[in-house]
């Protein structure tokens, strides 16, 4: 059986056992479901947590919530603890880094897929789908063929470098398209400016060093850039047969409300956009973040598009407050999100010893050598027991 036949069995399975009213509301569903074929087994070896149960994917999916981890290669390799938290825990992976573009295009301009199948087939092994992170991103291009590119444009007449950049960001998003089977697409990332009142960034104010936005030199505005990003990926999907959602992703669209606005209005405005996403890294010292979220939230269903939490973390120094308010935003995501504009939720990171905001920061579900569950995977289970128990 596929693994949406076999998940929506599962869910009818449930939904019609709890509305049976079985028991006397326990504190999490005392069902046992295997929805792993194979290998799984409970996650993690905390004291709390799901005990051989739901999962917290399981739970989340009852909701229509497909629960989603990012992770690296090098988190993953050799470790089994990641391997079993992602299958027995999550639905859904997204790769920190191993499908940008300087990771899959060498300095010859080849692409070089090894290291994203490989974990690919990690991502397979474990049950999950997988998310496409990310085709167009003004950080981690491969500079050197690019550069490579534009030089030979400039040495033969017959192109311009604008153009030869617009056919080698076309390849790439092609065979981007043509490898990976996604669910879904990061189709443009970050870009809108910080504090710009909702203009898209530009080449001339993006950082240097590793964020040197080479695409953006090269296109009329940056605006053109993500109209071809979206155009290329739309037909990119329709030649070879495939239909993940198409998501524009952005950072800090809680505390800027320009930039949240310029992305709203933006996918408005283009239906290839078919999907909108707020990373969500956030600070528990925010002011009014929970008016924030909501207001983010609310801005983001309003466009019509799926709505996902792409990117979530928490830094925070009271575990307990973190608890709280990764439940607030599951409340709030399915208060706000209707179910049939439900994207999914996915944290960037398991564990807060391999986060990139650092340890010291606890903005994850897990912690430490032992691999042991947060008051925030807690706080997030038994909402979604509560949930599911009703
Ligand atoms: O998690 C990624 C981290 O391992 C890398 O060092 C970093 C490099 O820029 O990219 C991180 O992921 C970023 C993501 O691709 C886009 N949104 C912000 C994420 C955190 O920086």
């Given at each position: 059986?596929?693994?949406?036949r076999?998940t929506l069995l599962l869910?009818t399975?449930?939904l019609?056992?709890?509305?049976c009213?079985?028991?006397?509301?326990?504190?999490?569903?005392?069902?046992?479901?295997?929805?792993?074929?194979?290998?799984t087994?409970s996650s993690?070896t905390?004291?709390?947590?799901?005990?051989g149960?739901?999962?917290?994917?399981d739970l989340a999916?009852?909701?229509?919530?497909?629960?989603?981890a990012?992770?690296t290669?090098g988190?993953?390799?050799?470790n089994k603890?990641?391997?079993?938290?992602?299958?027995?825990e999550f639905?859904a992976?997204?790769?920190?880094?191993?499908?940008?573009h300087?990771a899959?295009?060498?300095t010859?301009g080849q692409?070089?897929f090894?290291?994203?199948?490989?974990?690919a087939?990690?991502?397979?092994q474990?049950?999950?789908?997988l998310?496409?992170?990310v085709?167009g991103w003004?950080s981690q291009?491969?500079?050197?063929?690019?550069d490579?590119?534009?030089n030979?444009?400039?040495a033969d007449?017959s192109?311009s470098?604008e153009?030869?950049?617009?056919?080698e960001f076309k390849?790439?998003v092609?065979?981007?398209?043509?490898?990976?089977?996604?669910?879904?697409w990061?189709v443009v990332?970050?870009?809108?400016?910080d504090?710009g009142n909702g203009a898209f960034?530009?080449?001339a104010?993006?950082q240097?060093?590793?964020?040197?936005?080479?695409?953006?030199?090269?296109?009329s505005s940056t605006?053109?850039?993500?109209d071809?990003?979206?155009?290329?990926?739309?037909?990119?999907?329709?030649?070879?047969g495939?239909?993940?959602?198409l998501?524009?992703?952005?950072?800090?669209?809680?505390?800027?409300?320009g930039?949240?606005?310029g992305?709203?209005d933006?996918?408005?405005?283009?239906?290839?956009?078919?999907?909108?996403?707020t990373?969500?890294?956030?600070?528990m010292?925010?002011y009014?973040?929970?008016d924030?979220?909501?207001?983010?939230?609310?801005?983001?269903?309003?466009?019509g598009?799926?709505?996902?939490i792409a990117e979530?973390?928490?830094?925070?120094?009271?575990?307990?407050?973190?608890?709280e308010?990764?439940?607030y935003?599951?409340?709030?995501y399915?208060?706000?999100v209707p179910?049939?504009q439900?994207?999914?939720?996915?944290?960037?990171?398991?564990n807060?010893k391999?986060?990139w905001v650092?340890?010291y920061n606890h903005?994850l579900?897990?912690?430490?050598?032992?691999y042991d569950k947060?008051p925030a995977?807690d706080?997030i289970?038994?909402?979604l027991?509560?949930?599911?128990?009703?």
């Amino acid at each position: 059986m596929d693994r949406t036949r076999r998940t929506l069995l599962l869910v009818t399975t449930l939904l019609a056992a709890f509305s049976c009213g079985k028991d006397d509301s326990p504190e999490r569903p005392d069902i046992t479901v295997p929805v792993k074929e194979e290998g799984t087994s409970s996650s993690g070896t905390g004291e709390s947590g799901n005990d051989g149960n739901l999962s917290l994917g399981d739970l989340a999916a009852l909701q229509g919530i497909k629960l989603g981890a990012a992770f690296t290669y090098g988190e993953y390799t050799g470790n089994k603890q990641i391997a079993e938290i992602l299958t027995t825990e999550f639905k859904a992976v997204t790769f920190g880094n191993e499908m940008k573009h300087d990771a899959i295009v060498k300095t010859s301009g080849q692409m070089d897929f090894t290291t994203a199948d490989k974990m690919a087939g990690w991502a397979e092994q474990a049950g999950t789908e997988l998310f496409g992170h990310v085709l167009g991103w003004h950080s981690q291009q491969q500079k050197f063929w690019l550069d490579t590119v534009i030089n030979q444009a400039k040495a033969d007449s017959s192109t311009s470098p604008e153009e030869a950049v617009d056919a080698e960001f076309k390849r790439y998003v092609y065979a981007m398209v043509e490898h990976f089977d996604v669910y879904a697409w990061d189709v443009v990332n970050e870009t809108f400016a910080d504090g710009g009142n909702g203009a898209f960034r530009t080449a001339a104010t993006t950082q240097a060093g590793d964020h040197v936005f080479v695409w953006g030199s090269y296109y009329s505005s940056t605006k053109e850039w993500v109209d071809r990003a979206f155009q290329y990926a739309t037909e990119a999907c329709k030649e070879y047969g495939k239909s993940p959602i198409l998501y524009i992703n952005d950072y800090n669209l809680e505390t800027d409300a320009g930039k949240r606005k310029g992305l709203c209005d933006y996918a408005k405005g283009n239906p290839q956009v078919t999907g909108v996403a707020t990373q969500m890294h956030i600070d528990m010292s925010t002011y009014n973040l929970k008016d924030k979220i909501k207001e983010t939230l609310t801005a983001l269903v309003a466009t019509g598009k799926m709505v996902r939490i792409a990117e979530l973390d928490i830094k925070a120094t009271d575990l307990d407050a973190q608890a709280e308010l990764y439940r607030y935003i599951f409340e709030q995501y399915l208060s706000i999100v209707p179910a049939e504009q439900r994207g999914g939720i996915t944290f960037w990171g398991i564990n807060d010893k391999d986060s990139w905001v650092g340890e010291y920061n606890h903005p994850l579900l897990w912690s430490g050598a032992n691999y042991d569950k947060k008051p925030a995977y807690d706080a997030i289970y038994a909402y979604l027991s509560e949930l599911a128990g009703n």
